[in-house]
């Protein structure tokens, strides 16, 4: 196992951008402490083949632009905020509104900082401070993010600190595609989802605050199913968000910080499998619906439904809603989280 930390660029005010290689006995990674953005993540397929199996760039420009959160982490909030506005003990925080009236994914602000890094025996951990106040967010807020390859996973563990009652909910925004990040089409990779309910959302993707069961619907992944099987359904879910663009509710979440098992997605063609294990109570599934990513690796273009991410986190516009778990941290209540991306044998 080993860690090498290699130039990767410049930002305009000359400060260097630095790609750190993560390399075990049978995965390998990129990460870099611009936005503590995951790079590339090759694993065998069961011919012993390695491929790169995420979508993302091979500069510095295009990750300082990155529209599709490729590789990202996504703070100090993922996902929507309705209104881009929340109240704290009666004080109100107003947001950049940045898709339709709604907050998305904090203005994608975090993934565009340069974070202090630090090397393990295999592991990266990067550390980034807000101020109070950045992007409408109340608190001076620490944060620390670690990738840790093994031969078997990638660990992300993420901890954050604040000084006053704020919204933390930090996810990796990576695109992944079994076949190969240059394979196009998802459809036919075969996705379980240990998730019995979903959060219902209106038009513009905004939950309701309904929980709903997914029995019956095209968002029933219980029983491992093809992606492409019910992408173009009619139920009104799908068409809201022109495939799937939803979270789903963990069976067995309570909160104590144990690791569920939220799912794993498998590719016959190749036959690699991915697991995810989380202790968060949600887990997006976006199959990049509406993608067109120029300027990707080897210079590609990404098309729609040419990969799909899977976001751990708390449950979007979590702090409109009072049955849904809540994603306020500050004193006397740090932020942890850990999601695990397990690749096993091949089938």
């Not at 240990?194 to 019956?216: H, M, Q, W, Y």
């Not at 799909?308 to 809540?326: C, G, I, M, R, S």
Request: glycine share 10%; with cysteine; proline share 5%.
């Amino acid at each position: 196992m080993s860690v090498v930390k290699e130039y990767f660029g410049r930002l305009a005010d000359g400060r260097e951008v630095s790609l750190y290689k993560i390399r075990t006995d049978r995965l390998y990674a990129e990460v870099t402490d611009l936005g503590a953005v995951l790079v590339r993540l090759e694993t065998p397929d069961r011919d012993g083949n390695m491929k790169d199996i995420v979508l993302g760039y091979e500069d510095v420009e295009h990750y300082l632009e990155n529209p599709s959160c490729f590789g990202a982490v996504v703070g100090p909030s993922a996902n929507r905020i309705a209104g881009a506005s929340f109240v704290i003990d009666g004080e109100e925080f107003h947001l950049p509104a940045n898709e339709r009236g709604n907050n998305l994914h904090s203005d994608k602000m975090f993934y565009k900082r340069l974070h202090d890094a630090q090397i393990g025996e295999n592991s990266v951990t990067f550390r980034l401070n807000l101020p109070d106040g950045d992007a409408g967010f109340p608190g001076s807020r620490d944060f620390s993010v670690t990738y840790t390859l093994t031969n078997e996973e990638l660990r992300i563990d993420y901890k954050a600190i604040s000084d006053k009652k704020t919204v933390i909910n930090l996810t990796n925004h990576s695109y992944f595609n079994l076949a190969g990040e240059d394979s196009g089409f998802i459809g036919d990779q075969i996705l379980k989802l240990n998730c019995s309910f979903a959060t219902k959302v209106r038009a513009d993707l905004i939950p309701t605050g309904e929980i709903v069961p997914v029995e019956g619907t095209p968002l029933d992944f219980r029983k491992a199913k093809a992606i492409g099987k019910d992408i173009d359904s009619d139920d009104e879910q799908m068409k809201f968000a022109g495939g799937y663009d939803h979270n789903f509710v963990i069976d067995g979440y309570t909160g104590d910080g144990s690791l569920l098992a939220a799912g794993e997605v498998y590719d016959p063609a190749t036959g690699r499998v991915m697991e995810v294990l989380t202790t968060v109570p949600g887990i997006q599934f976006y199959t990049a619906n509406g993608m067109v990513a120029e300027g990707g690796k080897k210079g590609r273009t990404y098309g729609p439904r040419s990969a799909y991410a899977l976001e751990t986190q708390f449950f979007p516009d979590n702090v409109h809603h009072d049955n849904f778990p809540k994603a306020i941290f500050g004193p006397g209540r740090d932020y942890v989280q850990t999601t695990v991306y397990r690749f096993p044998a091949c089938r």
